[in-house]
C-alpha cells in the first residue's frame, strides 16, 4: 500500500523520522508530503524543509518526499494514495487528528492509521525545537545532525542577537 506523511516538517525531527521508518517497514511506499504554506510562519522554505526531508530518508528506498498545497485527500486522490499516516503523541493530539480523520474518510474514502509515537519523542515538536534552538537549548538528539546544522546557521542569521 502506497501512504502518505502529511506535515510542515519545520524541521524535520526525530519524532517525525521514527514515524516515517517505521511505516516504511509496514508499508510499500511512503511518500512524506510537506506541507507548502503552513499557517504558521516558517523557518525554513518548502524547498529547504524537503531537502532536509531528502538528506535523513536517502538510505530508505521506499520513501519519496513531495511538496503540497491544499487539501491532503487532493494529494492522495492524484498520487493514489489509500492512507494517511498520523503519529499521535499524547491525549491531546487524539480529539483533533480523530475529527480531521472522520472528516477525510467522510469527504474522501480516504483512510488514516494511526501510529502511537515513540516514547523517546512523545515530548517532541518542531516549534519545540526551534523555540529551545533560538534561546541556546541543546537539540541535538532531538533532530538529526544535518538539520542541527542548519538550524544553527538558519537561526545565527535570523536572530543574531541570541549568539
Ligand atoms: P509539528 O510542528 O507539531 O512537529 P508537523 O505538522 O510537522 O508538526 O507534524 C506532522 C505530523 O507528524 C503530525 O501530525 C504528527 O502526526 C507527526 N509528529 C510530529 N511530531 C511527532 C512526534 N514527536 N512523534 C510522533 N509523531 C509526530
Same mark, same amino acid.
Do not use: W
Given at each position: 500500500m502506497r501512504v502518505v506523511c502529511p506535515g510542515s516538517f519545520d524541521p524535520v525531527t526525530n519524532g517525525?523520522? /521514527? =514515524? =516515517? @521508518? %517505521?511505516? #516504511?517497514?509496514?508499508?510499500? &511506499?511512503?511518500?512524506? #508530503?510537506v506541507l507548502r504554506n503552513p499557517s504558521k510562519s516558517a523557518l525554513f522554505t518548502a524547498d529547504e524543509r524537503v531537502e532536509m526531508l531528502? &538528506?535523513? @530518508? #536517502? /538510505? $530508505?528506498? *521506499?520513501? %519519496?518526499? +513531495?511538496k503540497f498545497n491544499g487539501l491532503i485527500v487532493d494529494f492522495c486522490r492524484a498520487n493514489e494514495i489509500s492512507a494517511i499516516v498520523k503519529g499521535l503523541r499524547a491525549v491531546s493530539d487524539f480529539d483533533y487528528e480523530m475529527q480531521m #480523520? $472522520?472528516? *477525510?474518510?467522510? $469527504? +474522501?474514502?480516504v483512510e488514516t492509521l494511526f501510529m502511537t509515537t515513540n516514547p523517546l519523542y512523545a515530548f517532541l515538536s518542531s516549534s519545540l525545537v526551534k523555540e529551545f534552538a533560538r534561546y541556546g537549548? /541543546?537539540?541535538a538528539g532531538l533532530v538529526p545532525a544535518s538539520v542541527l546544522h542548519r538550524l544553527a546557521d538558519r537561526l545565527a542569521v535570523s536572530d543574531p542577537a541570541a549568539h
Amino acid at each position: 500500500m502506497r501512504v502518505v506523511c502529511p506535515g510542515s516538517f519545520d524541521p524535520v525531527t526525530n519524532g517525525h523520522l /521514527d =514515524i =516515517i @521508518t %517505521r511505516s #516504511a517497514r509496514m508499508h510499500q &511506499e511512503v511518500v512524506v #508530503a510537506v506541507l507548502r504554506n503552513p499557517s504558521k510562519s516558517a523557518l525554513f522554505t518548502a524547498d529547504e524543509r524537503v531537502e532536509m526531508l531528502r &538528506e535523513v @530518508t #536517502a /538510505d $530508505q528506498p *521506499n520513501v %519519496r518526499v +513531495a511538496k503540497f498545497n491544499g487539501l491532503i485527500v487532493d494529494f492522495c486522490r492524484a498520487n493514489e494514495i489509500s492512507a494517511i499516516v498520523k503519529g499521535l503523541r499524547a491525549v491531546s493530539d487524539f480529539d483533533y487528528e480523530m475529527q480531521m #480523520a $472522520q472528516m *477525510n474518510y467522510s $469527504q +474522501a474514502g480516504v483512510e488514516t492509521l494511526f501510529m502511537t509515537t515513540n516514547p523517546l519523542y512523545a515530548f517532541l515538536s518542531s516549534s519545540l525545537v526551534k523555540e529551545f534552538a533560538r534561546y541556546g537549548g /541543546d537539540v541535538a538528539g532531538l533532530v538529526p545532525a544535518s538539520v542541527l546544522h542548519r538550524l544553527a546557521d538558519r537561526l545565527a542569521v535570523s536572530d543574531p542577537a541570541a549568539h
